[in-house]
């Protein structure tokens, strides 16, 4: 296949009016899908529609993807404009802060269960409803830092989703097998997004974490726009039932290293712009 089998083809994004998911929306409009965007500020939908919409056929709907019933209305919102999904992308989820996980508000790790491992479970739910039905489709879920097990500090809790998030998908091939259904799990590794260029950094020890986070940023951040393209093209030239793809390999660091040193040398390096927001450490009270 090539990408010519995006052409006309109907994806649904959840969390795309901004940041990845809005990259992925660029992509799969130039690619010639019809897009369904998601997100939970309707401003913020209607702000992407109309920034997409030159690009090609692309329409919203909020979605709070912690909420199940939410994510059902998006699945009929596309079916009833399109009349199929034939693509479904779980993208939603975010990393809350960064710093040591004992010294993170529990509160947060229970609300980036909900939105990136939930709102992964009721997107495949919802997705998988309508495509089984045909008995095609491709379902992807966005893996992150965690995924592959190794350690992620210092968004250990954010990894530890990432990692369910894998478990989840491997698990879940499994169960489609035959089914007719694509499934893709795709790493995009560190990308320049909000998330990682305004981070909540956690106590003393997590300022200590993130002291060079700015070389750790020109070093690894990737382009979203770049990542995107990339997942489209595997979108369109997958062969097998089920593939997990990541951009960031084992030599991604030293090729990294020597970019840098070349920029360095030609004096063309540049630190991408961050803000850090500083957060004191949550102290639970007990006796």
Request: aromatic share 10%; proline share 3%; charged share 20%.
């Amino acid at each position: 296949m090539t990408t010519k089998t995006i052409k006309n083809r109907v994806a649904v994004i959840t969390g795309s009016t901004r940041g990845f998911g809005y990259a992925i929306a660029e992509a799969l409009l130039k690619a010639g899908a019809a897009v369904v965007i998601s997100g939970r500020s309707q401003d913020a939908l209607t702000k992407a529609i109309t920034s997409l919409e030159s690009l090609g056929i692309v329409k919203g709907q909020t979605c709070d993807v912690r909420n199940e019933a939410q994510v059902y209305a998006l699945a009929r919102f596309a079916i009833q404009s399109f009349g199929r999904i034939d693509i479904w992308v779980n993208n939603a989820g975010y990393s809350s802060s960064a710093g040591l996980m004992l010294e993170t508000n529990p509160q947060e790790a229970i609300d980036m269960f909900l939105a990136n491992d939930m709102g992964t479970l009721y997107g495949c739910q919802a997705a998988l409803h309508f495509m089984t039905k045909r008995r095609e489709g491709t379902l992807i879920n966005i893996y992150g830092n965690g995924s592959f097990l190794r350690p992620a500090s210092p968004t250990g809790l954010y990894g530890a989703t990432k990692a369910w998030v894998a478990s989840f998908t491997r698990s879940l091939a499994q169960e489609v097998h035959g089914s007719g259904i694509t499934l893709i799990g795709y790493s995009p590794g560190m990308l320049l997004t909000e998330m990682l260029t305004n981070p909540v950094v956690i106590g003393e020890r997590g300022k200590e974490m993130l002291k060079r986070y700015s070389f750790v940023l020109r070093l690894l951040a990737n382009d979203p726009q770049k990542a995107a393209q990339k997942l489209v093209e595997n979108i369109a030239n997958n062969q097998k039932e089920f593939v997990e793809y990541r951009i960031f390999r084992p030599w991604t660091i030293m090729l990294s290293l020597v970019r840098v040193w070349w920029e360095d040398l030609r004096k063309t390096g540049k630190t991408p712009e961050y803000t850090l927001r500083y957060q004191d450490p949550y102290r639970p009270e007990i006796e």
